[in-house]
């Protein structure tokens, strides 16, 4: 079946302005999670969807960052007044969820750039 | 005390030869410990996974052994293809806390 799939897969963007990246998960999974890596580092944690519902939310960095995933499947990473430090892969990953193992696989990111 | 650290940053071997690639964790929380694959523009892919409850686990070329009293594990790789040249990390979750903490990364380079 199809993995996860992310777009848009680059956005260029000047600073101040509102971007929304969106994340398609692998059918089925439960658990969706959004994920930033930095140029030369691993993905630090952004948020933690089970469901509906953002299970854990403690590594959105500030409140200009917020996500939704309003039936349970797409979500929608939304970035307001975005900053040059913003600039970086956004990572989305599935997995089954508390039905299942902890296995999450990841899309293939959104390199966003902040001008 | 979410904290992974990983050695080495980067690792040059042979072909044929075996890569060594090291974790360390502080959360004694933490119950599942995968390892991800990345090559340049793409997203990390699930390599390999072990639980506290084993000391080893071999998948073909790939094996993680794991040491909970030292709270260490590490990747394997044997007979290292240049195929296998990408990053490689680490990472850790617990059951409460089910987001995957990283470490920082190794560029495996293998030498044809």
């Known amino acids: 079946g199809a993995g996860v799939s992310q777009t848009p897969s680059n956005k260029v963007t000047e600073k101040g302005k509102y971007v929304e990246l969106r994340c398609d998960p692998i059918?089925?999974?439960?658990?969706l999670y959004w994920y930033r890596q930095s140029l030369g580092q691993g993905p630090e944690f952004l948020i933690y969807f089970q469901g509906t519902g953002a299970a854990d939310d403690s590594g959105l960095p500030n409140d200009r960052f917020f996500a939704v995933r309003p039936e349970g499947s797409v979500s929608t990473l939304k970035i307001q007044r975005t900053e040059r430090g913003d600039s970086a892969v956004y990572l989305c990953?599935?997995?089954?969820?508390?039905?299942?193992?902890?296995?999450?696989?990841f899309g293939p990111g959104t390199r966003l750039t902040v001008l | 005390q979410q904290q992974v650290k990983q050695s080495p940053q980067s690792l040059i071997v042979q072909k044929g030869g075996i890569s060594i690639i090291n974790c360390a964790y502080e959360n004694t929380a933490f119950d599942y410990f995968p390892w991800y694959q990345q090559f340049p523009g793409k997203g990390p892919a699930l390599l390999i996974a072990?639980?506290?409850?084993?000391s080893e686990k071999k998948e073909g070329r790939f094996t993680i052994s794991f040491n909970k009293s030292a709270k260490q594990f590490s990747l394997h790789i044997m007979d290292s293809q240049p195929g296998d040249s990408a990053t490689y990390f680490c990472a850790a979750s617990s059951g409460s806390a089910r987001q995957l903490t990283f470490g920082s990364g190794t560029q495996l380079t293998v030498l044809p």
């Open positions: 072990i639980r506290p409850d084993v």
């Open positions: 059918s089925g999974h439960t658990a």
């Open positions: 990953a599935s997995s089954l969820g508390l039905a299942g193992g902890n296995e999450q696989f």
